[in-house]
């Protein structure tokens, strides 16, 4: 009676065990395919203010001078610099040697779709990419300091796609 | 997911069949809440007692604590059916089986020299017998720290795990609009009570975390517009800067022993990863890669580091010595891995995992298997392990409408199994949460 039972035990045991792993094999693919991209369309955005994850329009951009834009913007992730940010940057840089006394610092920025302490990282790598360009076109690096927000000075407080390529940026600030 | 988490424990659940000791195997996810009552502690009339109503707020700080594990439930005390004070000494077990207590707590309290004397038994109804037992003696404005320490005996008592609730949680506390955010250090017990606000928000703080030998926090400051790694004294206030570095120094986390500080510096757009040495201020650089490395944790023996770095192309979970050799890749089940957190046991590495326009909290083995995804949002990251090594609490933000409005940042908790979360509550909105170790 008693061995009966456990070899019943047993078996139902083990049965319990493979519909737990069949269970489990399932889950990776449900994981998977759960997730959406539910910002793929969002709704005011025109394509013509995002070009390949980068902002182009002129919404939140403040001038240093006439004619020379405050910031340029970065795609996801990236710090590379498009053509029109070493535009941008060849302006200021412009102006920069007609001001001679004039020093900035340039602080980099991040969307908030990125960890807290990556983003500070990639904030600084921003900073650094436009302050390198400055250098190249002749700005001492004397007038230039950097530093980097990271996430926490947004200047979009949404959460859609234009906000995100709007706040993925460096931006130059006079400092005397 | 839940079912994923379900799975990995089968056979424990036709272990440990015995009536004699009530146990909980915590590694079970959704088992059932172990019903327990938790009685009032008697006392002889004690006027000091009654005004400070020392009696009702014990038994309720206890049981809050044990609910709140997922592991326990507190039977509603208009059920019991013994009410007097001889439970203490001899509990009439079967009423308390009769109300389906498979525990019960029992106390006295009374004043001795100024002093609070706390005394506790825990009994096992169906083996009625005291499974659990002490005397406490502590000043009276004491009595939240006593009940914390008695429920993480019956935790311990129960699970056979240390428990978790005489710890507190540091955070960044946050209020205003997102573009004008202002973020202050803030510090409360586990369970929210004793909050206080540590610095003024007039400088932006980031990422605090715990000592785990000292009363002492490190965290990021712009104080002076100079975002640089400070170390702050919890008991007397004062804050120090750590080191002197030519660029921004973030992402601070203590040694196991509490005597160093593993953190990034930036310097000309590369972030790498530097350890100093508190007693002699020694720095040593650990990494040199051209590409970001940043949030370091120690391994509990110090023998090892984990980090992330976007070397490889995308963000993923390294692993190396802790003088920076053997650096080595660990994640590789696909998608953006971030915020890697040795767990106190040594054996699980938890993290942040960006997946299809999803955030993930998981936790992995060491060398990368195992991968298990714990919980799923559209924003969280950040996990700071309990001192256990059970429960992990993280961050999580809101979406934002397309005007700025509803964004919020709240700490959560959540066990090691995946069942059990929680919404920390703050008075404020919650973000960056490290989790002390047991106080000393």
Redesign the interface.
Not at chain 1, 63 to 87: C, E, G, H, W
Not at chain 2, 56 to 75: A, C, P, Q, W
């Given at each position: 009676m008693v061995s009966t039972f456990q070899n019943y035990t047993r078996y139902l045991v083990i049965i319990l065990f493979a519909l737990f792993l069949a269970a489990c094999e399932t889950v990776p693919k449900d994981t998977a395919s759960s997730s959406t991209s539910s910002t793929s369309t969002s709704s005011s955005t025109s394509a013509v203010e995002i070009q390949d994850g980068v902002y182009v329009g002129s919404d939140t951009v403040e001038m240093l001078a006439i004619d020379v834009p405050d910031r340029i913007f970065f795609a996801y992730d990236s710090y590379s610099l498009t053509k029109a940010a070493q535009n941008t940057l060849e302006k200021q840089a412009k102006w920069l040697k007609a001001n001679g006394s004039v020093t900035i610092a340039i602080e980099g920025h991040a969307d908030e779709r990125g960890t807290r302490e990556y983003n500070l990282a990639l904030g600084d790598r921003r900073a650094n990419a436009a302050k390198d360009y400055l250098m190249t076109q002749g700005i001492s690096s004397s007038r230039v300091t950097t530093i980097s927000f990271g996430k926490e000075r947004p200047v979009n407080s949404g959460s859609n796609k234009k906000a995100w390529a709007q706040n993925r940026r460096s931006v130059s600030v006079r400092t005397n | 997911?839940k079912?994923?988490l379900?799975?990995?424990f089968?056979?424990i659940?036709?272990t440990n069949i015995s009536f004699a000791i009530i146990e909980i195997d915590i590694t079970e996810g959704n088992r059932e809440p172990l019903p327990l009552a938790i009685s009032e502690f008697f006392h002889d009339n004690n006027q000091q007692i009654i005004d400070k109503k020392i009696t009702e707020n014990i038994r309720t700080v206890i049981s809050d604590d044990l609910e709140r594990s997922g592991l326990f439930s507190s039977i509603d005390d208009k059920a019991f059916i013994q009410t007097n004070r001889a439970m203490h000494l001899k509990p009439r077990f079967a009423d308390w089986r009769l109300i389906k207590a498979q525990g019960l707590l029992t106390g006295e309290l009374a004043i001795e020299d100024d002093r609070l004397r706390v005394e506790f038994r825990l009994w096992d109804t169906f083996a009625e017998k005291e499974i659990e037992g002490l005397v406490l003696i502590t000043t009276i404005e004491n009595w939240r720290r006593i009940s914390h320490m008695i429920a993480d005996k019956i935790y311990e008592r129960l699970t056979g795990e240390e428990g978790y609730f005489d710890t507190r949680i540091v955070y960044v506390a946050e209020e205003g609009?997102?573009?004008k955010?202002i973020?202050k250090l803030a510090i409360m017990d586990q369970d929210g009570a004793n909050h206080k606000f540590l610095t003024s928000g007039k400088e932006?703080v980031?990422?605090p975390r715990f000592n785990p030998v000292r009363q002492e926090i490190t965290y990021?400051s712009y104080f002076k517009?100079?975002?640089r790694v400070y170390l702050l004294n919890i008991q007397t206030g004062i804050q120090e800067v750590v080191g002197d570095f030519p660029?921004?120094t973030?992402?601070p986390r203590f040694s196991p022993d509490g005597g160093k500080i593993i953190m990034?510096l930036?310097r000309?757009?590369?972030?790498d990863l530097y350890v100093m040495d508190l007693t002699n201020r020694v720095v040593e650089r650990l990494t040199d890669s051209p590409a970001?490395d940043?949030?370091p944790s120690y391994s509990p023996d110090g023998k090892k580091i984990t980090f992330?770095s976007?070397r490889g192309g995308s963000?993923q979970i390294y692993v190396m010595d802790s003088n920076g050799r053997n650096q080595k890749r660990i994640s590789k089940q696909g998608g953006n891995y971030?915020?890697p957190v040795w767990s106190p046991r040594g054996d699980l590495i938890a993290f942040?995992k960006?997946?299809?326009?999803?955030y993930f909290i998981g936790v992995m083995r060491t060398d990368g298997s195992g991968e298990r995804?714990l919980t799923?949002n559209w924003?969280q990251?950040?996990p700071s392990w309990s001192s256990n090594g059970r429960v992990l609490i993280f961050y999580r933000?809101t979406?934002?409408?397309?005007?700025?409005?509803g964004?919020s940042s709240s700490i959560w908790s959540i066990d090691l199994t995946g069942f059990n979360e929680r919404k920390i509550i703050t008075p404020v909105d919650a973000?960056?949460p490290s989790w002390s170790k047991l106080i000393q």
């Amino acid at each position: 009676m008693v061995s009966t039972f456990q070899n019943y035990t047993r078996y139902l045991v083990i049965i319990l065990f493979a519909l737990f792993l069949a269970a489990c094999e399932t889950v990776p693919k449900d994981t998977a395919s759960s997730s959406t991209s539910s910002t793929s369309t969002s709704s005011s955005t025109s394509a013509v203010e995002i070009q390949d994850g980068v902002y182009v329009g002129s919404d939140t951009v403040e001038m240093l001078a006439i004619d020379v834009p405050d910031r340029i913007f970065f795609a996801y992730d990236s710090y590379s610099l498009t053509k029109a940010a070493q535009n941008t940057l060849e302006k200021q840089a412009k102006w920069l040697k007609a001001n001679g006394s004039v020093t900035i610092a340039i602080e980099g920025h991040a969307d908030e779709r990125g960890t807290r302490e990556y983003n500070l990282a990639l904030g600084d790598r921003r900073a650094n990419a436009a302050k390198d360009y400055l250098m190249t076109q002749g700005i001492s690096s004397s007038r230039v300091t950097t530093i980097s927000f990271g996430k926490e000075r947004p200047v979009n407080s949404g959460s859609n796609k234009k906000a995100w390529a709007q706040n993925r940026r460096s931006v130059s600030v006079r400092t005397n | 997911m839940k079912r994923l988490l379900v799975c990995l424990f089968p056979l424990i659940l036709f272990t440990n069949i015995s009536f004699a000791i009530i146990e909980i195997d915590i590694t079970e996810g959704n088992r059932e809440p172990l019903p327990l009552a938790i009685s009032e502690f008697f006392h002889d009339n004690n006027q000091q007692i009654i005004d400070k109503k020392i009696t009702e707020n014990i038994r309720t700080v206890i049981s809050d604590d044990l609910e709140r594990s997922g592991l326990f439930s507190s039977i509603d005390d208009k059920a019991f059916i013994q009410t007097n004070r001889a439970m203490h000494l001899k509990p009439r077990f079967a009423d308390w089986r009769l109300i389906k207590a498979q525990g019960l707590l029992t106390g006295e309290l009374a004043i001795e020299d100024d002093r609070l004397r706390v005394e506790f038994r825990l009994w096992d109804t169906f083996a009625e017998k005291e499974i659990e037992g002490l005397v406490l003696i502590t000043t009276i404005e004491n009595w939240r720290r006593i009940s914390h320490m008695i429920a993480d005996k019956i935790y311990e008592r129960l699970t056979g795990e240390e428990g978790y609730f005489d710890t507190r949680i540091v955070y960044v506390a946050e209020e205003g609009p997102k573009n004008k955010r202002i973020k202050k250090l803030a510090i409360m017990d586990q369970d929210g009570a004793n909050h206080k606000f540590l610095t003024s928000g007039k400088e932006l703080v980031l990422t605090p975390r715990f000592n785990p030998v000292r009363q002492e926090i490190t965290y990021l400051s712009y104080f002076k517009n100079l975002p640089r790694v400070y170390l702050l004294n919890i008991q007397t206030g004062i804050q120090e800067v750590v080191g002197d570095f030519p660029g921004m120094t973030f992402a601070p986390r203590f040694s196991p022993d509490g005597g160093k500080i593993i953190m990034s510096l930036a310097r000309e757009g590369n972030s790498d990863l530097y350890v100093m040495d508190l007693t002699n201020r020694v720095v040593e650089r650990l990494t040199d890669s051209p590409a970001i490395d940043t949030s370091p944790s120690y391994s509990p023996d110090g023998k090892k580091i984990t980090f992330n770095s976007d070397r490889g192309g995308s963000q993923q979970i390294y692993v190396m010595d802790s003088n920076g050799r053997n650096q080595k890749r660990i994640s590789k089940q696909g998608g953006n891995y971030a915020t890697p957190v040795w767990s106190p046991r040594g054996d699980l590495i938890a993290f942040t995992k960006f997946y299809q326009g999803q955030y993930f909290i998981g936790v992995m083995r060491t060398d990368g298997s195992g991968e298990r995804l714990l919980t799923e949002n559209w924003y969280q990251e950040a996990p700071s392990w309990s001192s256990n090594g059970r429960v992990l609490i993280f961050y999580r933000e809101t979406k934002a409408n397309d005007a700025g409005d509803g964004h919020s940042s709240s700490i959560w908790s959540i066990d090691l199994t995946g069942f059990n979360e929680r919404k920390i509550i703050t008075p404020v909105d919650a973000s960056d949460p490290s989790w002390s170790k047991l106080i000393q």
